[in-house]
């Protein structure tokens, strides 16, 4: 039975008077994708920089692997095992899609002041990190665009090179926010079938803000509703999407 690998406990955040995370309480099996929805306003977003240490929690608790992680700052999140992709692609344009990725890989010695010199320290592990780049490339349909300059490439090109990227570092969870979004549908459908495909071959747990419904819950295990910083409905998501309160927040309830 997979195990629970990411858990937050009351989590709250709040900015002055406006209180954007209530006590949320989730928790993600190892190797499931989970969406989180709502209204805008709601509340997802915080609650994913919350949990990815880009802010710091009110109160509550985060989980990861078994830890907690609580307040830790982002690079420590990341040094554990979670990322995060950004709604808008965040990418060095002038460089090519290999080049994205190979900068996103960890502890390389050829950046390391005392290695760095010493080509002979590094080269062996450059070599692996070229190899593992183009397996996460092959994995997301992108080798023939390997050689391809960032700034070249379509919107659902960059939000893919953006997931290579974060998957250069071993991530156990990946937080991705609105993976389809800005996107053709026929392109939104492909970018949730890699998501499987990363799930099924590296065994990653995914947490999902999505808004396009309609393309995104065919995928998903499981789903969470949220509505004014609380958690208002949780379980299957076919389940969640047809709740009176869910509905009701979605038209402004």
Known sequence: MPQEILVTRNLTKAFGNLIAVNEVSIAL??????????PNGSGKTTLMNVISGLYKPDSGQVILNGNDMTGRAAHEMY?????????????????????????????????????????????????????????????????????QPAEKLSGGQLKLVEMG?????????????????????????????????????????????????????GYVDHAYAMHLGRIIEDGPPSQVVASPRVIESYLGG
Not at 133 to 140: D, P, S, W
Not at 177 to 203: C, Q, T, W
């Open 29 to 38: 099996k190892e190797k499931t994708l989970t969406i989180l929805i709502g």
């Open 165 to 217: 990227r974060a998957l250069m570092s071993d991530p156990r969870v990946v937080l991705t926010d609105e993976p389809a979004g800005s996107v053709s549908p026929k392109v939104a459908h492909e970018i949730f079938e890699y998501l499987l495909s990363v799930r099924r071959e590296l065994g990653i747990t995914f947490l999902i803000v999505e808004h396009r419904l309609d393309i995104a819950l």
């Open 79 to 147: 040094q554990e095992g979670l990322v995060r992709t950004f709604q808008i692609p965040s990418l060095f344009r002038s460089l090519t899609v290999l080049e994205n990725l190979l900068a996103a890989a960890r502890n390389q010695k050829g950046e390391h002041i005392f290695t760095a010199p010493f080509r002979s320290r590094w080269r062996k592990q450059e070599e692996e990190f070229v190899e593992k780049a183009f397996k996460i490339l092959e994995l997301l349909d992108m080798i023939p665009l390997w050689n």
